[in-house]
């Protein structure tokens, strides 16, 4: 398939997005096509298939990052580096959905859940769920060494993959890192609202906005002081987006949002919302919120019990103006920013996308 073109200075979400799905797909066609007599022609098409409902918010935002310091006449390297971010996260995805146990993810069957219903029928149920769980993480450590393989097949220059390289690694670190506190902090509720802006820092804010924009403006050369613009725009806007994130967990529509209403909350995951309905419940309401929220069993019934518990302490409408506040910080960064004008126009679009969204 042939890779749309760029035009340097003109920004086009669409042509980006296009462009990063080129890439993914001849890179697992030939993936698929080096072993056809071994098992990763399908593992390939199963993460061709899992990658097939991103929004690719990371990709866009690296190349709008390049272009925001100037870009280049060369795009193919940028979005070759995007396309390895978007490999990234499919890994990270996966291995997410393992540890939370989720059954959906973009309205379809999460991997582990695809690789059990594929097992025979002759092996016994803890088996066949842990032939799904094992299957599942291995096909996301295949994601992330192919990500790698994105990255190094990329062509970069020394200096560009010098100055990409350390970026790449702060953003993985961080993630995990992340994605430790979430699973230290569920099951164990709590009011520390500062507790649950940290786990967004680093799960979100960090890995989702600041370090994509970061990595395609090392790619182009940026210095310091864009660094620090990009920074100044991203962590506000990434903890907005997590926000809106765990508020969609809980009222989103299945339809738009892919998952079920009741997986956060079984999960007992302790999101913002949860910790500002905490400081603002009462005893009993605050024993109501322990005994249902982290129980596996919850049911419709309860989940509306636990939003008019969120309703009665004001902790929705808290959320919501903490996503107002955050988006007009990002926005505000963006006025002194030393960026091409085209670029501030799509960060301005992208802060809304990121906020004001029903998936």
């Known amino acids: 398939m042939t890779t749309p073109t760029l035009s340097p200075g003109r920004l086009d979400a669409d042509t980006v997005r ?28 199963l993460l061709k298939d ?11 935002l690296c190349v709008t990052g390049w272009q925001a310091v ?4 060369d795009t ?3 979005f070759r580096v995007a396309a390895c971010l978007e490999m990234f996260h ?6 997410d959905d393992v540890m939370d146990d989720s059954d959906t993810r973009r309205g379809r069957p999460t991997i582990h859940r695809t690789l059990a219903a594929l097992c025979t ?5 803890d088996q066949i769920e842990r032939f799904g769980v094992s299957g599942a993480v291995l096909l996301g450590d295949l994601a992330l060494t192919w990500s ?11 200096v560009q993959f010098d100055a990409v390289l350390p970026l790449l690694s702060e953003m993985r670190t961080e993630v995990m890192l992340g994605q430790y506190l979430d699973l230290q902090a569920t099951g164990e509720l709590t009011d520390d609202v500062e507790a649950t802006l940290t786990v967004n820092r680093y799960k979100t804010a960090k890995y989702t906005i600041e370090r994509p924009l970061h990595v395609g403006a090392a790619v182009a050369g940026a210095g310091p002081e864009a660094m620090e613009a990009f920074t100044a725009y991203a962590l506000p806007l990434g903890e907005a987006f997590q926000l809106r994130d765990d508020l969609l967990g809980v009222y ?47 049911d419709e019934r309860d989940a509306a019990t636990i939003q008019e518990i969120f309703a009665a302490t004001t902790a929705r409408e808290a959320v919501e103006q903490m996503i107002d506040d955050r988006r007009t910080q990002a926005l505000r960064a963006l006025d002194d920013a030393p960026f091409t004008a085209d670029a501030v126009n799509a960060l301005k679009q992208i802060a809304r996308m990121a906020t004001v969204r029903n998936s």
């Open 76 to 78: 193919e390297a940028v």
């Open 121 to 125: 029928t002759d092996r016994r149920p």
């Open 148 to 158: 790698d393989e994105l990255l190094h097949s990329a062509g970069l220059t020394p």
């Open 252 to 298: 989103g529509d299945p339809e738009s949002t892919g998952k079920s209403q009741l997986d956060d909350l079984r999960a007992g995951k302790n999101t913002t919302l949860i910790a500002l309905a905490l400081r603002g419940a009462d005893s009993v309401q605050a024993a109501r919120l322990r005994s249902l929220i982290g129980n596996p069993l919850l």
């Open 18 to 45: 296009k462009s990063v799905d080129v890439v993914l797909e001849d890179f697992l066609t030939a993936k698929a096509s080096t072993t056809p007599q071994h098992h990763l022609p399908y593992l390939s098409g």
């Open 90 to 95: 499919a890994f990270a995805l996966i291995h």
């Open 50 to 60: 899992f990658l097939s409902g991103g929004k690719r918010i990371r990709p866009l």
């Open 70 to 73: 100037g870009g280049g006449e």
